[in-house]
Structures are given as C-alpha cells and as structure tokens.
C-alpha cells in the first residue's frame, strides 16, 4: 500500500473511533433507554454524566432528540457525519461498499426520528455498522492501515467501556488486543504510541477493577496513547 500520510493515518484512527463510538454508545444506550421507560424518567442523567455531558435538556423527551439527532458534537447524528467524513477521504483505500453500509446504517438511524419503538427500529442499523466494519476488515486486511484503524476502534471501545463499568474481562481483552497491535507495530515505528501512558495502563489494569477509582487518570492515558494521530 505504500507509505500512509500523517493525514490519512489521522483519517483512520477517527474513522476507527467514531464508528465505534456511534455503535458502543447506541448499545449502552438502550440500558437507560429501557430504565426510563419502565422505573424512572431521569436516569438519562446517569447516562450523560458517564459521558461528562452537561444536562443543559431539561427533561428526557428534550435529551433524546438531543442525543440521537441534534447537532451537538456528542449526537448519534454527528458520529455518523463524521465517520462518514472520514471514511469518504479513505475511499479508495476502505472500498465503495464500506461507504454503501456506513450510508445505509445513517439513512436507516434518521428515517427512525419519529419512532416510539427505538431498541426495534435501530437494530438494523446496529446490523450495518457491523457489515460496514466487516468491509473495512477485508478491504484493509491486514498491514499499517488496518492496525490504525484497529487501534482507534479499541481506544474508543474501552473508553466506553470505562465509562460504563463494563465486565473487567471484556475491558482486559479489549486491552490484551490493543497491547498486540501496538507491540506489532512498534518494532518499525517506535513513536506510534505514548508507551508512558500504555504503562500506566498496564498498572491500572493490574489490579481488577482499580480503573473505577482512577478513572480519569485512566481515561487521559487512554486518550494520549496516540497522541500524533489524534492531533
């Protein structure tokens, strides 16, 4: 493929992050999405404080649309956007039918807004984003591309992971997968990642569930391991 271009490595890691963003947090969401439903109506709040979003919504009818639609940079709306940003500049790299599954999953999650049954309406879109990921998988395969692809999607995995207190055991193989990727690549790029802040992940992690107490100094190594591509 060829020497990759600080932009297009930066492309990849938000293309890796974004995507996994607008799955993970849909996911996590349909918990308190179920809780408000049926026991109590603020427990969105809960929710957003795991996210450090400010409750600016006043009640849950406001932060649903909000969330799911707004034009707030934390909106499922706007993961959509700007993976598709992404994804658009790396065309030719990820292939057309990346892009056809990724637009498939946005057209589907929008023509939903009025929906009262959301876990029902958005379970297609969750089947997209997962044959888009598929597509990039074989599109990629293997190499430079693929593991900085890889690697955004596992940094925002466990960051939300983190957020909502998550299985340890999930958390530790999504890092046991993160620290394989990272070892493959640093023996020709030695500054791919921060290894100060990937050590003091390995000491967090260490210790099970220690993240809960250090959770912030858990989440800024976490977000300084690529420093250059997140840039």
């Known amino acids: 493929m060829g020497i990759i271009s600080l932009k297009d490595s930066s492309c990849l890691y938000w293309l890796g992050r974004y995507a996994e963003r607008a799955y993970t947090t849909l996911d996590s969401f349909f918990d308190y999405y179920d809780s408000t439903l049926d026991k109590d ?25 909000a969330f799911l639609y707004g034009k707030e940079t934390f909106s499922i709306s706007s993961m959509f956007r700007f993976t598709y940003d992404n994804a658009l500049v790396l065309k030719s790299m990820i292939g057309s039918e990346s892009l056809a599954y990724l637009e498939l ?5 929008h023509s939903h807004k009025e929906t009262k049954n959301l876990r029902l309406a958005f379970m297609p879109v969750m089947d997209y984003l997962l044959a888009y990921w598929g597509c990039i998988d074989d599109h990629l395969a293997f190499g430079e591309a693929a593991t900085i692809t890889k690697c955004g999607k596992i940094v925002e995995r466990l ?29 020709s790029n030695k500054g791919f990642c921060n290894t100060t802040q990937l050590a003091q992940l390995v ?24 420093e250059e591509l997140a840039s």
């Open 41 to 65: 109506k603020n427990s969105y709040r809960d929710f957003l404080k795991r996210l450090d979003i400010d409750d600016t919504f006043g009640d849950y009818k406001n932060f649903l649309q």
């Open 203 to 226: 000491d967090v992690l260490a210790i099970e569930n220690s993240y809960k107490d250090r959770l912030d100094e858990t989440l800024t190594s976490l977000n300084k391991l690529f």
């Open 105 to 109: 999953a946005s057209n589907v999650f």
């Open 159 to 187: 960051d939300l992971y983190f957020r909502f207190d998550y299985d340890s055991n999930l958390i530790n193989r999504e890092f046991d997968k993160l620290c394989h990727l990272v070892a493959r690549v640093s023996r």
